[in-house]
């Protein structure tokens, strides 16, 4: 899924090309990326679309877009192999989240019938029905979300706007489940959730419980999305110990990245019956193309 825009420039790519091609399921099974971008175009110039063509990725899920409709061009609304949906904040330059698929879904959506909250971009959901007759395990509903969850790090004010957003977002989870639970679809929710669940999720664990991101309300909500609701840490389920290699997110303050003082704040949250399926996850430090790095995950099924 590489943009034909001769203005953008592989970010070493001579570096990367020899190690692209991940290990897992490839073509046989469904791949799932998702990548906080700190904005689309930025991460165009520095190579992420070159390097998301090598993946072989079923679904692209990318937030943080910093774009309207008006910037996108048209290489980054679609190339060859995959088409984008995106959810555009009305405030320029903020937000905004988008899905890529190589195999087109039956429906998409955009927002999450929130009156504050959908006017800032943060929610793509795209519907997959797939054919029980098709050779191969699937399902015959899966829905993927592509989500940016509010950072309360900036202010006070926008600290409170996440806990009305937590607020709003736990009884829609409740309500993807129960409609998991009624029509056996699947829904695999991808994206930059601004909280780092436990100890292990963070390098100073200690300095940051009473920063945003790590607050104890904040980790809490986040338990009763996996304990109460049912949802599953599909990261967490195949990697339940790691600590320095989970990390997805630095901080461009001092020397973050180069010390590896990282946060694990990007997922992919998914209803039991796919998060089952999980065989491999991934997080691509190689090469940067924002302050989060890709979160890679392939499952055995189908689209």
């Known amino acids: 899924m590489v943009p034909n825009n001769p203005s953008i420039r592989p970010a070493r790519h001579d570096d990367i090309k020899a190690r692209v091609a991940p290990e897992g399921l490839g073509r046989t099974g469904i791949r799932i990326i998702s990548l906080n971008m700190n904005g689309i175009r930025s991460a165009a110039r520095k190579g992420a679309f070159e390097w998301l063509a090598m993946q072989q990725a079923d679904i692209v899920c990318v937030q943080e877009l910093k774009a309207q409709q008006d910037d996108m061009t048209t290489e980054l609304l679609a190339n060859a192999t995959h088409t984008g949906?995106?959810?555009?904040?009305?405030?320029?330059?903020?937000?905004?989240?988008?899905?890529?698929?190589?195999?087109?879904?039956?429906?998409?959506?955009?927002?999450?019938?929130?009156?504050?909250?959908?006017?800032?971009?943060?929610y793509v959901r795209a519907d997959f029905d797939h054919?029980?007759?098709?050779?191969?395990?699937?399902?015959?509903?899966?829905?993927?979300?592509?989500?940016?969850?509010?950072?309360?790090?900036?202010?006070?004010?926008r600290q409170q706007a996440k806990f009305r957003f937590l607020d709003e977002f736990l009884p829609h989870l409740a309500l993807l489940m129960q409609e998991n639970?009624?029509?056996?679809?699947?829904?695999?929710?991808?994206?930059?959730?601004?909280?780092?669940?436990?100890?292990?999720?963070?390098?100073?664990?200690?300095?940051?419980?009473?920063?945003?991101?790590?607050?104890?309300?904040?980790?809490?909500?986040?338990?009763r999305v996996f304990d109460e609701l049912g949802w599953v840490d599909v990261y967490r389920r195949l990697h339940p110990d790691t600590t320095g290699e989970s990390y997805t997110w630095w901080s461009n303050r001092g020397q973050s990245w180069a010390n590896n003082v990282g946060w694990r704040i990007d997922y992919q949250i998914a209803t039991p019956g796919i998060a089952s399926r999980a065989v491999a996850a991934r997080i691509w430090k190689e090469t940067r193309f924002s302050d989060h790095a890709p979160l890679t995950i392939d499952y055995d099924a189908s689209l």
């Open 181 to 223: 639970r009624d029509t056996g679809r699947e829904f695999v929710i991808c994206g930059d959730w601004n909280i780092a669940h436990r100890e292990i999720d963070l390098k100073n664990w200690r300095g940051n419980r009473k920063n945003s991101g790590f607050l104890p309300e904040e980790r809490a909500w986040l338990s």
């Open 131 to 157: 054919d029980p007759g098709t050779e191969g395990p699937g399902f015959a509903k899966l829905s993927v979300i592509s989500l940016y969850m509010p950072s309360g790090s900036s202010s006070p004010e």
């Open 85 to 122: 949906w995106f959810h555009y904040a009305e405030k320029k330059g903020y937000s905004g989240a988008g899905l890529y698929a190589r195999v087109p879904p039956a429906t998409t959506r955009v927002g999450f019938r929130s009156a504050e909250f959908d006017a800032e971009g943060r």
